[in-house]
Structure formats: structure tokens, C-alpha cells
């Protein structure tokens, strides 16, 4: 049996483990997912319905975006870029976590009050996206002194982050590009234009049990 990634394409969940699949060159069978209709495969799983998910050929299960990263860490040929996209030393393994944690658990509730401030009508945009503004800060900070977030290569944590940050400059593109993250919008721009995002971005018709098989990266 192939892996079975269940995916869908806009999740920024979903594209940072497309994309770490993809640089690694690890191949899975895709399968998209409408959140409103998901498969009764995925729903048969059982606990968590959440996308990104991933079967591996053994059964096995990853629920989680970052452990479908470190399974295709683990099952790459390419020790080389595993070694720059997950640095061994333990701390430099926590400092990486530490962004991807305050992506997770601090940027994302802002840029969802943010992308849909009409839903939250107790402030306004602006307040959110201010408050969204100190994670960018940081991040702009970083990436005047390196080329990406934990040094001049790039690294789990700029692949974790850019989609959400990709969100965030879509809400309002005049306002983004006319900001002072001038860092932050250099190092977008680099993942946004490669040749990479656009098969990370390469739209599969949602998937229909029993039709023909989807490989990714393909
Ligand atoms: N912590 C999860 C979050 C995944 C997540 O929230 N995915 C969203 C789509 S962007 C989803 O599946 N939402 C529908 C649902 O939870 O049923 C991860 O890292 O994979």
C-alpha cells in the first residue's frame, strides 16, 4: 500500500506538509478533501478528521502537520537536506520549535480574527491585525540579519511558516505591500515564486473512492 496523504490544497497545515513531502521528494498517494463533504475513508478513521492526515504503508497514522514533516524527514534519501532542515544540535532543535509553536499558537489566533474580522465584531480589523503585527515584528527582526528564519538555509521553521504568513499578506495585499516588513515580504515572495509552491499548489479534483490513483509530488 502507498502512503495516503489526505490533503486540501488552501490549508496552510496541509501546504507545509505538502511542502516539506515535496522538497524531500517524498512520494505519497493524494487525496483531496472538501472540509464540508470529507470522504467516509477519512471519516471511518475514526478520533480526528482534521487535514492533513497521513496513512503510511504500514497503517500507520499521523493526525498532526509536523508529525506528516518528521515522517518525510525520516523516510527521505536525501540525508543532506534533512541535516539543513532539521539541525541536530538540541538546541537549535528547540528554537525551531519555539517559532513553529508561536506560529501555531499565537500568529494563527490573530490572522483568523484578522482574515475574518466580520465573525469577531468586538474589535476591528485593524485592531487584529495589529495584534497579528507583533509575530511579524519578530519575524521581520530575524530575517534582517539571515536569509531565512534560523540562518542563512532554510529550514522547518520557514516552511511551517510561510503559509500562515502567506494568509495574513492575502487579507490585504495594498496594505502588505505597502508595510514595513520588507524582509518578511522578500522571503514570501522567494517560497511564493519557486517552481516548488506551484506543485505543492497544483490543484487534484476532490478525491471519490475507487477512482484512479493520485501521486504526490508527481
Ligand atoms: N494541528 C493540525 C491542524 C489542522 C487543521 O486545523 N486543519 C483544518 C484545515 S486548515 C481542518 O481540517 N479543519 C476542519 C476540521 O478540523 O474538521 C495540524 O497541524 O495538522
Known amino acids: 500500500m502507498n502512503p495516503i496523504l489526505y490533503s486540501f490544497r488552501r490549508c496552510p497545515y496541509a501546504i507545509r506538509a505538502r511542502y516539506c513531502l515535496a522538497i524531500l521528494d517524498v512520494r505519497v498517494e493524494i487525496r483531496e478533501v472538501v472540509l464540508k463533504n470529507k470522504p467516509d475513508a477519512l471519516l471511518l478513521l475514526g478520533g ?4 492533513p492526515q497521513l496513512i503510511d504503508s504500514r497503517g500507520q497514522r499521523f493526525a ?6 518528521f515522517w518525510s524527514l525520516e523516510n527521505t534519501n536525501n540525508q543532506t537536506l534533512v541535516n539543513s532542515l532539521w539541525p541536530c544540535e ?7 520549535l519555539s ?11 490573530w490572522l483568523d480574527r484578522y482574515k475574518y474580522a466580520d465573525r469577531y465584531p468586538e474589535f476591528s480589523e485593524e485592531y487584529y491585525r495589529c495584534r497579528a ?4 515584528r519578530r519575524l521581520e527582526g530575524r530575517l534582517k540579519s539571515h536569509a531565512f528564519i534560523m540562518s542563512d538555509s532554510l529550514s522547518l521553521a520557514d516552511i511551517c511558516l510561510f503559509p500562515f504568513v502567506r494568509q495574513f499578506a492575502a487579507v490585504d495585499h495594498a496594505w502588505f505591500n505597502g508595510s514595513r516588513y520588507v524582509e518578511v515580504r522578500r522571503w514570501l515572495s522567494e517560497f511564493l515564486a519557486s517552481e516548488l ?10 478525491w471519490e473512492n475507487g477512482q484512479q490513483m493520485r ?4
Open 48 to 51: 480526528r478528521t482534521s487535514v
Open 64 to 69: 498532526e502537520s509536523l508529525d506528516i514533516i
Open 90 to 96: 538540541r538546541t537549535r532543535q528547540q528554537k525551531l
Open 99 to 109: 517559532w513553529i509553536h508561536y506560529n501555531d499558537h499565537f500568529f494563527k489566533y
Open 133 to 136: 503585527e507583533v509575530f511579524l
Open 197 to 206: 509552491f506551484s506543485i505543492v499548489m497544483r490543484k487534484y479534483e476532490k
Open 215 to 218: 501521486t504526490f509530488p508527481d
